[in-house]
């Protein structure tokens, strides 16, 4: 079954041709420059958010971005201010933060999701869905929790990135909104008891890799990650969830 599955998945995406990229800009809520890549299919619908996970940048989303296209959304990649490179992607984001002296922590980076929520919603004005990966993947639970303009959340590898001065574990009582949440064998029985008290909500997607141990992060959805596969499967029968809500 999974076979016959990922033979249409792996179907579709190649069918629709890809859609161009274009870099923008806009301030995160302190004023800060943020670069992004804007890839739009059609002007009508709604938008994917996708965030990069620690030394990383919108690179991380190259190849994820014109896949994700194809299931009929648009996608942002944004550089977050905490970041370096990815797929020879330079983090403009970060580079401008250190510049101009602004804090660039993994928390700081909430400002920069928070504006790009903002961006994203008032093209079309239609709610979003958040894509993360590894810290931004806790960003985007905690943030898209109570923005009423996030309509789901996709966390890959959440953790407990912020010390005492974030903890999902008692941020989190209850969820909102659908949530995807997916990780390694080995970080899954962590994001477990991290979330433990939203991961029975009927609300709540985990998807744990059938061909283990899995990859951390979107790299989970990489073309050179084997499992990737089993990842595009659970997204797709996912976004087939939300189309009703």
């Known amino acids: 079954m999974l076979k016959s599955f990922s033979f249409i ?84 984001t970060a580079r401008k933060a250190m510049q101009t002296f602004k804090p660039s922590m993994f928390l700081d980076a909430g400002n920069d999701i928070e504006a790009a929520i903002d961006y994203a919603y008032n093209l079309n004005n239609q709610n979003v869905i958040l894509i993360g990966s590894s810290f931004s993947a806790s960003l985007c639970m905690v943030i898209g929790n109570r923005n009423p303009h996030v309509k789901a959340v996709i966390a890959f590898s959440p953790g407990e990135f912020f010390g005492d001065d974030l903890r999902l574990e008692e941020e989190l009582d209850t969820f909102r909104i659908p949530l995807f949440i997916t990780g390694t064998e080995t ?58 809500i």
């Open 9 to 92: 998945l792996i179907a579709s995406l190649i069918l629709v041709p890809a859609a161009q990229k274009k870099k923008i800009t806009f301030l995160s809520r302190d004023s800060l420059e943020i670069t992004a890549d804007l890839y739009m299919a059609k002007e009508d619908l709604p938008y994917l958010i996708l965030f990069h996970q620690e030394g990383s940048s919108r690179g991380e989303y190259n190849e994820t971005a014109q896949k994700l296209l194809k299931f009929n959304f648009n996608c942002l990649a944004v550089d977050l201010r905490s970041g370096n490179n990815s797929n020879y992607v330079r983090n403009e």
């Open 187 to 244: 970080e899954l029985p962590y994001i477990d008891q991290m979330l433990n008290k939203i991961s029975k909500q009927d609300n709540v997607t985990y998807y744990r890799p059938v061909t283990l141990p899995g990859q951390h992060g979107s790299m989970a959805l990489w073309e050179n990650n084997p499992t990737k596969d089993e990842y595009w499967l659970a997204l797709l029968m996912f976004f087939n969830s939300l189309k009703n």
